[in-house]
């Protein structure tokens, strides 16, 4: 099977390519190599996917109606798994544009290619950030999410809208995976544990947001694969009893579905700096703020419909993936940090 992997070179997208190629797929990577972040962490990744002979890689941009297409022209995609898009909440409230460049505009381009040259499964990537101002904890994708609170999450949620619109009109099957906080080895800079790591191995002092009264449910990018691979061969089917009167937001008559992918484990700010601490064998300095714009104050997944319909179930804890983390990070910046 042929599968194309846009955001080949990003985090999510390097993980779910190298699994995919170790168990014989062949992958189409996609990717516009950015310098949201520094893209020589992009392309150490991508170094990893060159080694495999079933890789190949087209360097271009979503927006680009043209060579996106091309991929379809010139390879027989049955599978996409869009993982590419601009990410970040805090930088969607300096640079907007980039959010609807890529994620609006580049996702309607995904959505015409799958229309029209036929793919068995679009999966794409959504975000726990589409619950927004909701409280009710754990998410789940039964609650509605009307009221994001960032234009990234907004984003997201367009995406989600509009893939039932195609998957309504053209029977895709589309899935949403709705993310939730993704860690591990060649991990994003920007994402907080990352960037506290290198602060902390700097001197630097971490900001510590919402005086530290922050939850996250952190999954570990292993886990995260697991559930993305298993949902290749499971496209959705039309919900038989799906009630127009009652709808349930995460399935339809259409072949759609939308699912939380997470630990179900919400991990305390504070405890999670205390394993980087603990594991990096120095102590962070720390500026307490308030909470930022477009933030949220908690996230937790309930992840029963993923595990009921896959068998997923995360398996590594915050102990166990920060450690592999702190690993990878001395390994791949040369530290000699103890």
């Not at 994402?191 to 900001?207: L, P, Q, R, W």
């Not at 570990?220 to 039309?238: E, K």
């Not at 394993?275 to 720390?286: D, I, Q, S």
């Not at 995360?314 to 990878?328: Q, V």
Request: aromatic share 14%; proline share 5%; net charge negative.
């Amino acid at each position: 099977m042929t599968i194309l992997i846009t955001g080949a070179a990003g985090f999510i997208g390097m993980h779910v390519s190298k699994r995919l190629l170790e168990e014989g797929y062949r992958v189409i990577g996609y990717d516009n190599m950015n310098d949201y972040y520094d893209p020589k962490l992009k392309w150490d990744r991508l170094n990893v996917l060159t080694s495999y002979g079933s890789f190949l890689f087209y360097e271009a941009d979503l927006a680009d109606y043209e060579a996106l297409n091309e991929c379809f022209v010139r390879d027989h995609i049955e599978v996409v798994i869009h993982l590419g898009a601009q990410a970040g909440v805090r930088y969607s409230l300096e640079n907007p544009h980039a959010y609807i460049e890529s994620n609006l505009k580049g996702f309607g381009n995904i959505l015409e290619v799958c229309r029209h040259y036929v793919v068995k499964h679009l999966i794409y990537a959504s975000s726990s950030s589409v619950y927004g101002a909701n409280v009710n904890m754990p998410f789940s994708t039964t609650d509605e999410v009307n009221h994001p609170v960032s234009l990234y999450a907004a984003t997201k949620k367009s995406n989600e809208l509009m893939a039932h619109s195609y998957s309504h009109l053209y029977d895709i099957p589309t899935t949403g995976l709705r993310f939730f906080t993704v860690y591990g080895p060649h991990g994003r800079p920007d994402m907080a544990y990352y960037s506290f790591t290198k602060d902390i191995v700097e001197g630097n002092t971490i900001k510590v947001f919402n005086e530290g009264h922050m939850m996250r449910d952190f999954t570990y990018i292993d886990d995260i694969v697991d559930g993305v691979v298993r949902l290749i061969d499971l496209p959705p089917q039309p919900d038989t009893e799906w009630d127009r009167e009652n709808p349930n937001p995460n399935s339809s008559y259409a072949p759609y579905k939308v699912y939380n992918i997470g630990n179900n484990n919400p991990v305390k700010l504070m405890d999670f700096i205390k394993t980087l601490e603990k594991h990096l064998g120095l102590e962070a300095k720390k500026e307490f703020l308030p909470m930022q714009p477009g933030d949220v104050q908690a996230t937790f997944a309930n992840i029963d419909d993923l595990q009921k319909d896959t068998g997923f179930s995360p398996s590594t804890p915050i102990e166990e993936g920060l450690e592999k983390f702190i690993n990878w990070y001395k390994s791949y910046y040369s530290l000699k940090v103890h």
